[in-house]
């Protein structure tokens, strides 16, 4: 999870605070950090990291300032709080708090979204221990991440079923058809983000319904605690007072070794479903795979709404590489964007990451993201996928398959559309994946060059907007590289 928040306590006096406040203007109290952090850092990065940061605001100890994107305040707090502790407790005296502002939409302002300030609650705390000391508290804290809504959640047919059952559950907490929702599939699939949006939309509806997303590591650790301090009563009624529970990572206590904690877990399941609250769960595996849990816990997983996610299509790979992009304020060229959804093709989580690393090493090295450096990037970062490995005769059975007709009607001279279609994709397959040339395509399909040309184009131009054609060509893909 990002840290929102930077709370520094420094020892200068109230007077010497004041002073500096009086004399300067926030714009020049922060022109002064920059000039004490330029004479401490390397010049590329300064202006790398803190030469594009302007001073909004300072009040009350507050201090506001514009980054470009989300990841430049998480990668400055990761790896400059050294230098900027001790530059802000000089500038800005003591008890200053540092709050971050962005665009989440690279150049449009109305977008514009504040971080900071952020305290653990005293109903739960960020370690996980004190977590039911004090249930009735005013103030409750659902450790939702707001990044994680469904605006932000991209969808396509490989989660299609699983957003609107989750939709469904958000706009109508009445609905209790789905409950249990288990949502599962593979690591870095989107299920996190899912189920948070899930608990998001439910605290917009109702702020204050008692919601709760809490990951089963997390759960199991604040048990042991409650255990070891003879607790386990208000451990079970804290958490019998929620009125949505998501439990991510299930299967982290799928464990005979693990047992009380299941116990617990499964009296507070009975008690929360019969009581018409929600339970939202995921994990990497199906419930009958959950090998280490009592068959009284797998059986209720199975009474509401079982949905898988799947791994990301092509058509999602590169929606989230658009929104991404756009979020950190990276402009990707259209061919760099194909590169990038062709070769990370198991996980979103990969793709996000591709593009704070393509963001980080256009800033530090000053230089254009091209295809070139997103490979090199890509090597350090994912496994690439073996189109290098692909033949001529793979995309021609690959192709026919999916369009269900004989692979010999594509090398014959028949113009009927559905075969006509069929070999433009061959063709333009085997140029962007077996890596051939038109003069070698047109020689095995006995097509002149012109015709490949002109198959290969009408192909990469309609995929743009397509629909069909990218579900089509993403089905291929599955067959081929299977």
Known sequence: MWNFYANFVVEKTTDQTEFYTMQKT???????????????????????????????????????????SPFSSEYIENNYLSILWPTLRRVYGEGVKLFYKYNQISGQSDTAISEGGL??????????????????????????????????????????????????????P??????????????????????????????EHNPMARILYISARLFESQYTFASQKGKINEFINFYQSIDTLIIDDIQDIASETKVKTQNAFFHIFNHLHQNQKQIILSSDCCPTQLNGLPSRLISRFKWGMTVELEKPDLSLRRMVLQLKSEQNGLSLLPEVMDYIAENVTNSVRELEGIVVSLLAHATLLNREVTVDLARMVMNNVVKLSKKASVNFEMITQGVATHYKI?????????????????????????????????????????????????????????????????EDVTAIEKVIFA
Request: hydrophobic residues 40%; glycine residues 6%; charged residues 25%.
């Open 174 to 203: 009445k609905l209790k058809t789905f409950n249990p929702l288990f949502v599962f599939g593979p690591t870095g699939v989107g299920k996190t983000h899912l189920i948070q949006a899930i608990g998001i939309k439910l605290k």
């Open 406 to 470: 004989d692979a010999d009607l594509i090398f014959a001279k028949t113009r009927k559309r559905e075969v006509s279609d069929a070999r433009q994709m061959v063709m333009y397959m085997a140029k962007k994946y077996a890596k051939m040339s038109l003069t070698a395509i047109g020689a095995r399909l006995s097509r002149n060059y012109a015709t490949v040309i002109h198959g290969c184009k009408n192909i990469e131009e309609r995929i743009a907007f397509d629909k069909q054609l990218q």
């Open 119 to 172: 305290t653990s609650s005293p109903v739960l705390s960020r370690q996980g221990h004190g977590l039911f000391q004090n249930a009735v508290a005013a103030t409750f804290d659902s450790q939702l991440n707001p990044r994680y809504t469904f605006e932000n959640y991209c969808s396509s047919s490989s989660n299609k079923i699983a957003r609107a059952i989750g939709e469904a559950i958000a706009n109508d």
């Open 26 to 68: 926030h714009i020049k109290l922060w022109e002064e950090c920059c000039r004490i952090l330029r004479d401490n850092l390397p010049e590329e990065q300064f202006r790398a990291w803190f030469e594009p940061i302007v001073s909004l605001s300072y009040e009350d100890g507050k201090l506001t300032l514009a980054v470009p």
